[in-house]
């Protein structure tokens, strides 16, 4: 997550910052004769960002905002011929709140989007940045369905396919042998899609999976098939920590608090979060 985090701010900041550049030379090759950046004409557009800038997410919609507040910044204090002038909405990394965070940027006169910043709702926000002819360009969204079919909308983040097959191709080297349990969610499309890749994959390798499930429940019921590693997409961390506190102590679950300390056949369960 750290990686995804920094990849999120660089992108934001690199993907302004070669607009202006690309423009600027462009302006300079069909024109001879414009004699520098004092005498030509300056272009001014009207860039949108949307996100999660408050809730559980917001870490992701700051880390963007932030970048792309200082690509405007620098370009604007800079001799090109190409401004912004920048727009912000809170999208609560919710489908529908994004596409009316969109809409209101656009009654605003916005005419590029970077952004949005979650997979769920850059699918619903592409779907409408297609049929105005908006420029899109999300740094995080990952699904494949962001930019399918879709001419105008691009994406800078690595793909689900390409996590999920990274994450099951790391297992068959290292854990050919284990038993796999994935937990996910299904009520999130970075989620599933990784799962979807992950366990294609997994399956061509000829990887043991016993169990597949939603979480948290199921990461009980994993608990008691002995899952030797458990492929987890996306489990916030203070969740988890809290959940194996509960299992290992067999908090009102029937599990043996011995099988969960020590793992099967006295071994530590293994886990990879890749």
């Given at each position: 997550?750290?990686k995804?985090?920094?990849?999120?701010?660089m992108?934001?900041?690199?993907?302004l910052?070669?607009?202006?550049?690309?423009?600027?030379?462009?302006?300079?090759?069909?024109?001879?004769?414009?004699?520098?950046?004092?005498n030509?004409?300056?272009?001014?557009?009207?860039?949108?960002s949307?996100?999660?800038?408050?809730?559980d997410?917001?870490?992701?919609?700051?880390?963007?905002?932030?970048?792309?507040?200082?690509?405007?910044?620098?370009?604007?204090?800079?001799?090109?011929?190409?401004?912004?002038?920048?727009?912000?909405q809170d999208?609560?990394?919710d489908?529908?709140?994004?596409?009316?965070?969109?809409n209101?940027?656009?009654?605003?006169?916005?005419?590029?989007?970077?952004g949005?910043?979650?997979?769920g709702?850059?699918?619903?926000?592409?779907?409408?940045?297609?049929?105005?002819?908006?420029?899109?360009?999300?740094?995080?969204?990952?699904s494949?369905?962001?930019?399918?079919?879709?001419?105008?909308?691009?994406q800078?983040?690595?793909?689900?396919?390409?996590?999920?097959?990274?994450?099951?191709d790391y297992?068959?080297?290292?854990?050919?042998?284990?038993?796999?349990?994935?937990?996910?969610?299904?009520?999130?499309?970075?989620?599933?899609?990784i799962?979807?890749?992950?366990?294609k994959?997994?399956?061509?390798?000829?990887?043991?999976?016993?169990?597949?499930?939603?979480?948290?429940?199921?990461?009980?019921?994993?608990?008691?098939?002995?899952?030797?590693?458990?492929?987890?997409?996306?489990?916030?961390?203070?969740?988890?920590?809290?959940?194996?506190?509960?299992?290992?102590a067999?908090?009102?679950?029937g599990?043996c608090?011995?099988?969960?300390?020590?793992?099967?056949?006295?071994?530590h369960?293994?886990?990879?979060?890749?």
């Open positions: 997550m750290k995804k985090f920094m990849c999120m701010l992108a934001a900041a690199m993907t910052s070669m607009a202006a550049c690309g423009s600027k030379g462009d302006d300079a090759n069909t024109d001879d004769n414009a004699g520098g950046t004092d030509a004409e300056v272009q001014t557009f009207k860039l949108g949307s996100g999660p800038l408050t809730g997410n917001a870490i992701y919609g700051m880390a963007v905002k932030q970048g792309v507040e200082l690509a405007v910044n620098e370009i604007n204090a800079s001799d090109s011929t190409i401004k912004f002038e920048f727009l912000s999208d609560e990394a489908g529908e709140k994004a596409v009316n965070a969109y209101n940027m656009m009654d605003n006169g916005m005419q590029v989007l970077v949005p910043t979650t997979t709702a850059s699918i619903a926000v592409a779907d409408a940045c297609y049929t105005d002819r908006t420029f899109m360009l999300t740094p995080s969204a990952s494949t369905d962001v930019t399918a079919d879709k001419d105008n909308v691009f800078v983040c690595f793909t689900d396919p390409n996590q999920g097959v990274g994450a099951a297992m068959a080297e290292n854990f050919a042998d284990a038993k796999i349990a994935v937990i996910y969610r299904n009520d999130d499309a970075y989620s599933q899609g799962r979807d890749a992950f366990v994959e997994a399956g061509d390798k000829g990887l043991s999976i016993v169990y597949q499930g939603t979480y948290l429940l199921q990461l009980l019921r994993s608990a008691r098939r002995c899952a030797d590693c458990r492929r987890r997409p996306r489990l916030p961390s203070h969740l988890l920590s809290a959940r194996f506190r509960d299992l290992r067999g908090q009102g679950h599990l608090p011995h099988l969960l300390r020590r793992g099967r056949h006295g071994r369960p293994r886990y990879a979060r890749l």
